[in-house]
């Protein structure tokens, strides 16, 4: 008898690295774990702004301790993530930009490409993401075969209220779920919502919520 899948929340920004190694392991396992993944692109300073959390980057500590544990984590799950020069940029543009992916495509295949190539581009590549000229050179909208013309609608679509409303919106629903910070997991587990914060806790959110031994790979 086949179970219905449980919905999984992930709320994310690009500009966290530690987004991407929580986007990362839970797109490895989605078909494994046989949960329902919904993406929720959202911004990382609205957050930060609406829950009083303060940035890392202002504890000396915390840097140092970042910059070691990132390297650890990121040669673990087999990420390639490089520290950028330049780690002080307003992710606002991309975070619209994804919006309205997900808004023209109505689903998670593109989304996760993009999202993808956005993360690359910043913890590997260290290319700008915030004028549009970057946006329209993210490779995964080629891919996906979108032409110049589709492109362009999207460079135009998310600069729109609607997006601008959106994004907010998705936001406000991570501050709702408590959000401090990103990556935030929320799983739908017999009407009601288990939040897990970071990248480190799908041992336990596994075990909560999925019945399931996790065995990383």
């Not at 329902?36 to 692109?41: E, G, Q, S, T, Y």
């Not at 997900?102 to 993009?114: I, P, S």
């Not at 590997?124 to 032409?147: C, M, R």
């Not at 799983?187 to 919502?193: D, G, I, M, T």
Request: hydrophobic share 40%; aromatic share 12%.
């Amino acid at each position: 008898m086949m179970t219905s899948k449980k919905v999984v929340e992930l709320f994310y920004d690009v500009a966290s690295p530690y987004s991407w190694l929580g986007f990362e392991v839970i797109c490895r396992y989605k078909n494994v774990w046989n949960i329902d993944l919904k993406f929720r692109p959202a911004f990382l300073g609205g957050v930060m702004k609406g829950s009083g959390n303060k940035s890392p980057a202002m504890v000396q500590k915390k840097v140092l301790y970042m910059d070691k544990d990132l390297s650890r984590l990121r040669d673990y799950f087999n990420v390639p993530m490089q520290h950028p020069e330049n780690t002080n940029f307003s992710s606002l543009s991309a975070m619209r930009f994804l919006t309205a992916v997900q808004e023209r495509e109505g689903g998670n295949t593109m989304a996760e490409q993009v999202s993808r190539e956005l993360f690359l581009r910043i913890w590997n590549e260290d290319k700008d993401i915030t004028e549009p000229g970057s946006l329209s050179e993210v490779p995964a909208a080629v891919k996906a075969g979108l032409s110049e013309s589709e492109i362009k609608e999207l460079l135009e679509l998310y600069t729109s209220p609607k997006m601008k409303d959106k994004l907010r919106s998705t936001t406000q629903d991570a501050l709702d779920y408590g959000a401090f910070g990103f990556p935030l997991l929320v799983c739908h587990v017999n009407s009601k919502a288990e939040v897990f914060f970071g990248s480190d806790r799908f041992e336990l959110m596994a075990h909560l919520t999925l019945d399931i031994i996790v065995i990383y790979w």
